[in-house]
């Protein structure tokens, strides 16, 4: 039964200091980890890539710096399901159709599992039929008012996800 841990918006170092414990204990338990976007710092990418053992799906967006070397949308299969997985950049009028929209387009299985950002708030939910996560802000990044992740478990190809906070 692979785990996944998927978390965001560690804004490391303009908001927080540093990934908490528990989360990074979470990483490391991870068979693989997601983090969709705004790490902030080269220094907070790769301690999350440590963290997770170099079993990391990533993307950047609006706070990371330009030389991270991943891209705004990326995908991972895990057990037969498909993560796609980006940050929502944007308004937050409109975040959950322009993650569907860009999950459509990057993922080609019919039924991926979008993983996005952005908000800082805990997102699980279906939106035109596509089931939309953000984990929040590892971190407790302001607006969050404290730090979330969640925890997926793939059986058979089916999902279970669980969120964690401190």
């Known amino acids: 039964m692979p785990r996944v841990a998927i978390i965001s918006d560690t804004h ?97 299985t019919a039924e991926p599992v979008a993983v996005a950002g952005h908000t800082h708030e805990v997102v699980d939910t279906t939106v035109e039929g596509v089931r939309v996560l953000n984990p929040g802000s590892a971190t407790g990044a302001a607006p969050a008012d404290r730090a979330t992740m969640y925890v997926a478990t793939v059986t058979d190809g089916t999902l279970a996800v669980e969120v964690r906070t401190e």
């Open 12 to 108: 490391i170092p303009s908001r927080e200091r540093a990934v908490p414990d528990w989360i990074g204990d979470e990483l490391e338990r991870a068979d693989h980890a997601i983090h969709a976007g705004d790490f902030d710092s080269q220094r907070a990418y790769d301690r999350i890539e440590a963290l997770a053992n170099g079993n990391l799906t990533a993307v950047r967006e609006n706070t990371d710096p330009p030389t991270l070397e991943v891209s705004h949308a990326d995908t991972l299969e895990v057990g037969g399901v498909t993560f796609a997985v980006t940050h929502g950049s944007g308004s937050s009028s409109g975040w959950a159709r322009r993650v569907v929209e860009t999950t459509r387009a990057k993922a080609a």
